[in-house]
């Protein structure tokens, strides 16, 4: 079966470590994102990439970065810059062109800092 | 720029009763409008969408949602609630054109026995 998966569910961390949070599809979706979950906020969007070997920042991309060396992988990195990076983080792809919202989500990662 | 606007943080509902989250959105282009459902500790799915045409749209499990282009709103409705429908609900918008969905800050329906 086609899907996104993330792993790992949960991560544990200490503070001042850089982490990196893997996202991998199989659906040969175009475009590819990180989201940010905290309790009341919604999602946040931290980058995005559209293309292979080319990504965007989003509304929060301080203290992440990312790669897309092949389509089918979006790796994330939390730096040590990232201020509060305990939280929930979502993957997602979709098709380019096609804007029917039609976003597929992998099940999430929960980071923990400590 | 696009926002979305959820006005219930937490909707408390027995079930078998009715239940509307609302969702106000901001923008100045033509949109498309999404509801999003997301269990406890799993990713979103996507549970509903408007696109163009008809104004109301449905899903598989008896949601719908009116499209308002005059109040800029997407209100979500169900006419009975089943203790199943637990869970918390994301209105998104899109402008038309290769962008990012940006999300409200959600909605946590709990359903009361």
């Known amino acids: 079966d086609g899907g996104i998966t993330q792993s790992p569910k949960y991560l544990f961390r200490k503070e001042g470590q850089n982490v990196t949070l893997s996202c991998e599809q199989n659906?040969?979706?175009?475009?590819m994102y990180w989201y940010r979950q905290d309790p009341g906020q919604g999602l946040r969007l931290i980058y995005y990439?559209?293309?292979?070997?080319?990504?965007q920042k989003g509304d929060i991309a301080e203290g992440y970065s990312v790669s897309r060396e092949k389509k089918e992988s979006f790796p994330l990195t939390v730096t040590s810059a990232q201020k509060n990076p305990t939280a929930f983080y979502l993957c997602?792809?979709?098709?380019?062109?096609?804007?029917?919202?039609?976003?597929?989500f992998g099940s999430g990662t929960r980071l923990t800092v400590v | 720029a696009q926002s979305v606007t959820q006005l219930d943080s937490q909707v408390p509902v027995f079930e078998e009763a009715p239940v509307e989250l609302r969702c106000n959105y901001s923008?100045?282009?033509?949109?498309?409008l999404f509801w999003y459902v997301q269990y406890p500790n799993q990713g979103l799915q996507l549970l509903l969408k408007?696109?163009?045409?008809?104004?109301l749209v449905e899903s598989i499990n008896g949601f719908e949602a009116e499209f308002n282009k005059s109040q800029t709103s997407f209100h979500l409705r169900k006419p009975s609630v089943h203790i199943s429908d637990t869970a918390e609900y994301f209105c998104?918008?899109?402008?038309?054109?290769?962008?990012?969905?940006?999300f409200g800050k959600g909605t946590r329906l709990s359903v009361i026995a």
């Open positions: 659906l040969n979706h175009d475009a």
């Open positions: 998104a918008v899109s402008p038309r054109g290769n962008t990012p969905l940006v």
């Open positions: 923008s100045s282009v033509s949109v498309y």
């Open positions: 997602a792809s979709s098709i380019m062109g096609q804007d029917d919202g039609g976003y597929t």
């Open positions: 990439s559209q293309i292979v070997n080319d990504f």
């Open positions: 408007y696109l163009s045409g008809s104004t």
